[in-house]
């Protein structure tokens, strides 16, 4: 069983910057790509932004390209997904996700292919 713990969410103005965290135990790290993904109020969950098991390959939501970054450090077990200039569409709860299976462009933003999932983390973007 893998454990997932995000982190990092909190309130911020528009234009601001916040990093968020997904910390992972109980299974070998490098084993699994990670997604994040969103949900905000009154809306289905979302793709943001993903990344491969050596951190070579990443994917993001065109709503964020530019803005997002998302990394890996797999010595420490976490991905993180560095937000920059938010925005308040970007307010939701953001989750992050695993999956053993190999990603590519066409499946990365596919919520049935990841295995486990945290709990979630609030940002809220005030304008």
């Known amino acids: 069983q893998v454990q997932l713990v995000e982190s990092g969410g909190g309130l911020v103005q528009a234009g601001g910057s916040l990093r968020l965290s997904c910390a992972a135990s109980?299974?070998?790290?490098?084993?699994?790509?990670v997604g994040w993904f969103r949900q905000a109020p009154g809306k289905e969950r979302e793709s943001v932004s993903a990344?491969?098991?050596?951190?070579?390959?990443?994917y993001y939501a065109d709503s964020v390209k530019g803005r997002f970054t998302i990394s890996r450090d797999n010595a420490k077990n976490t991905v993180y997904l560095q937000m920059n200039n938010l925005k308040p569409e970007d307010t939701a709860v953001y989750y992050c996700?695993?999956?053993?299976?190999?990603?590519?462009?066409?499946?990365?933003?596919?919520?049935?292919?990841?295995?486990?999932w945290g709990q979630g983390t609030q940002v809220t973007v005030s304008s």
């Open positions: 990344i491969s098991r050596s951190g070579s390959g990443t």
């Open positions: 109980g299974r070998t790290f490098t084993n699994y790509a």
């Open positions: 996700a695993l999956t053993s299976r190999l990603l590519h462009g066409g499946n990365y933003a596919t919520e049935r292919v990841y295995d486990y």
